[in-house]
């Protein structure tokens, strides 16, 4: 059965379709939901309508998935209605969407009755929606890209595949089957179909070669799938290859350079750390890359847990701790925080390993020294921190900064007669009041209220307190020793 758009609905259908999209708008998402159901009953290929709805049912029950997602009788009664009555199986199937749009069963239901009333769109549609709220799915990912190449769409299933090899690169059939689909894309694309001779394909042979010597200096994304699929099954023969491995990393690097998506970053990483392992960490050159990779992988996961977590605790905080689903969003924000360490500890490990080849490379150069001793700090590792520190109080432009960490390192080290003697030296040697001072002043008060030297503490705050009466609690401090 065909898919129709919107200017192919009965008049009165039409309309409500024009009021359903003024009612998302409007974010009335109830009364879109049900204009919206009554057009596809009368219309179920209607596809740009089921998209809608299903946004509008996503942004109604705000993305969460329902306890009952999978066990709803209602999806068994339809299971067995999708040969007898594949129309009316939709239409239940899409009762379920209103309170789970990103269950599996009822997504499975549509595509099931969908496909038995001909409307394979629909059915890719309902698999494209199992995935987007379970993007690691990789057996419903297999399954779609089954259906698009039943349906003659090679290319897109090509960027099925090649998501299954980015989540899971030991995928063989994902590997073979993505091969065989770009092979036939490339035919499809090239004009191999239809062509009557080679001639046909290659009309302008000097334009081809010319195509041809540009792609290797900068790829086509099509050229950069084309040439994955024809490596992978040499790679797999022999992963040992150096060169090839090689090749297939720089590949992926350069599909994330110009997709920017999760998939082909993990892809970047696990070809560039297999390849490193290979080497057995003899190349500085892939060593750094993979540390780079890392690190990009670091930050975009930060930004995107810190998005979501903020999400949630705005939602939290302005009502939603009352919500039933409540709990179930505090441990999903804990699991989001968990994560969320994991990275910032790996964008510290990176940043480590770039300053640590720096000095490597220049280990005269006391300004690298004191910038990988303030990295060690900020990971925690103050023993390895120490040395660094000291070498760079020998630069003039780095010492005062470099006796304030050193100072800091000694705290955590509990040897505050060290703590107190590193801040006080460096508090001595500056000149301005700035914030650094302040710091510095602030630091050694502490050290020496755990010593229990009070007049020395005292000293301290009120130094910073003549300058800056604001600054942090010095206030407080210095006033609570005056009983007021």
Not at 197 to 226: F, G, H, P, T, W
């Amino acid at each position: 059965m065909p898919i129709i758009s919107d200017k192919e609905l009965p008049p009165d259908k039409r309309s409500l379709w024009l009021k359903a999209l003024s009612a998302v708008e409007l974010r009335n998402y109830g009364y879109a939901i049900s204009l919206i159901g009554a057009v596809l009953k009368e219309s179920p290929g209607f596809l740009d309508g089921r998209k809608m709805l299903r946004k509008a049912e996503i942004a109604a029950t705000k993305g969460k998935k329902s306890f009952l997602s999978g066990l709803s009788t209602a999806s068994l009664k339809g299971s067995s209605m999708v040969k007898k009555d594949p129309l009316s199986a939709m239409e239940l199937a899409e009762k379920n969407l209103e309170a789970d749009p990103l269950g599996a069963a009822p997504n499975h239901l549509l595509k099931d009755a969908a496909k038995a009333a001909n409307f394979p769109e629909i059915a890719v549609f309902a698999l494209e929606t199992i995935i987007a709220g379970s993007p690691e799915d990789v057996k419903v990912m297999h399954e779609l890209a089954e259906l698009l190449l039943s349906m003659g769409e090679a290319d897109k299933a090509v960027e099925i595949y090649n998501k299954i090899s980015a989540i899971n690169p030991q995928d063989l059939v994902a590997t073979k089957r993505g091969k065989d689909a770009s092979a036939q894309a490339s035919m499809k694309s090239g004009g191999w179909e239809q062509a009557s001779s080679y001639r046909d394909i290659m009309k302008n042979k000097d334009e081809a070669v010319s195509l041809e010597q540009q792609a290797r200096v900068v790829r086509s994304l099509d050229m950069i799938e084309q040439q994955l699929a024809e490596f992978m099954p040499q790679w797999e023969a022999d992963q040992q290859q150096v060169d090839l491995s090689r090749r297939i990393a720089k590949l992926w690097e350069e599909r994330y350079e110009q997709m920017q998506d999760d998939e082909s970053l993990e892809g970047a990483i696990w070809y560039a750390d297999h390849l490193n392992t290979v080497l057995k960490n003899s190349d500085p050159a892939i060593a750094r890359k993979l540390s780079d990779l890392r690190l990009k992988r670091a930050d975009a996961g930060i930004k995107k847990l810190e998005e979501e977590s903020k999400q949630i605790e705005d939602w939290l905080a302005n009502g939603g701790d009352a919500h039933d689903e409540a709990p179930k969003y505090r441990e999903h924000l804990s699991e989001m925080q968990r994560r969320l360490a994991d990275y910032k500890a790996e964008r510290s490990q990176g940043l480590i390993e770039e300053s640590k080849r720096r000095v490597e490379r220049n280990p005269t150069d006391l300004a690298l020294r004191f910038e990988l001793g303030e990295r060690l700090l900020e990971a925690g590792l103050f023993n390895e921190a120490i040395p660094e520190l000291q070498r760079a109080r020998q630069n003039p432009n780095a010492r005062l900064k470099a006796m304030s960490l050193l100072g800091r390192c000694f705290v955590l080290k509990g040897m505050l007669d060290m703590a107190a003697s590193q801040f006080l030296a460096a508090a001595t040697e500056m000149t301005a009041m700035d914030v650094f001072k302040k710091d510095t002043l602030y630091d050694l008060a502490l050290v020496n209220e755990k010593m229990g030297k009070k007049d020395e503490y005292l000293r301290c705050l009120k130094d910073i307190m003549e300058v800056d009466y604001g600054y942090k609690d010095v206030a407080q401090r210095v006033e609570a020793t005056y009983g007021t």
